[in-house]
């Protein structure tokens, strides 16, 4: 039974992932669909931008947590395996797995967020140091610009320089979390393309942490 936790841990990473906390807050709380709303995908920043800053920090939180999670069941469910190899391959299925999720979510029709917090809760609980450096650039960048995009796909840009820059230094140690990163982050990049043409051409939406930006679409 034991050797069924390694495809069980990528099943609940999954599951997980695809928890689309933005649109069941929408609709219990406000009975308003949020994908109908704002940019239409499921983040912590349309969230913020369509119900209010409060909301969106949960929907941050939550999402944040949902990465964390994913790592943290992989691990003890192999664990309990007398597998002696695959732990760092799994570990980093996992976090694909939740990662995807949460950008195609199986309960919104394969559509969801950006996967930026997930991102971050993954690869927080499997490199801190690096994410923690990510993290305050993507802070300064946001609070310096006002915007969420650029601030995300830089972050995610440099995650996967310093994550280079370690494999070299370690002798490519850890070979699935390199993947993972170089993988993540290309999806990052590949989500935020309208965000990008819009930056070039000076139509990106800065945000305001203070107060509620859109209102429903017609």
């Known amino acids: 039974m034991s050797q069924l936790f ?8 999954y599951l997980l992932g695809s928890l689309p906390t933005s649109y069941l807050i ?9 994908r109908a709303m704002g940019s239409g995908n499921t983040g912590a920043t349309n969230a913020l931008r369509t119900f209010g800053p409060k909301v969106g920090a949960i929907v941050l939180i939550i999402d944040v947590l949902k990465g964390v ?3 943290l069941i992989a691990r003890y469910l192999m664990r309990q395996t007398s597998m002696g190899y695959g732990f760092n391959l799994i570990e980093s299925l996992s976090g694909l797995f939740v990662i995807i999720g949460h950008v195609y979510s199986v309960w919104l029709r394969f559509k969801g967020g950006k996967g930026v917090a ?3 809760g993954v690869f927080f609980t499997l490199m801190p140091l690096p ?3 990510c993290l305050i650039l993507f802070s300064y960048i946001v609070y310096t610009t006002k915007y969420v995009s650029l601030g ?11 994550e ?3 494999q070299l230094i370690m002798k490519f140690h850890n070979l699935p979390r390199l993947f993972l990163v170089l993988i993540i982050a290309a999806l990052i990049i590949y989500r935020h393309v309208s965000n990008i043409k819009r930056l070039l051409n000076g139509s990106e939406n800065k945000i305001n942490f203070r107060e509620k930006q859109v209102q429903e679409n017609q």
């Open 6 to 13: 390694p495809y069980l841990s990528l099943v609940i990473a």
């Open 26 to 34: 929408g609709r219990i709380f406000f009975g308003a669909d949020i």
């Open 69 to 71: 999670a994913a790592i």
């Open 118 to 120: 997930t991102a971050a």
């Open 131 to 133: 994410v923690i450096f």
């Open 152 to 162: 995300s796909v830089l972050a995610a840009g440099s995650l996967l320089i310093i």
């Open 164 to 166: 280079l820059g370690s």
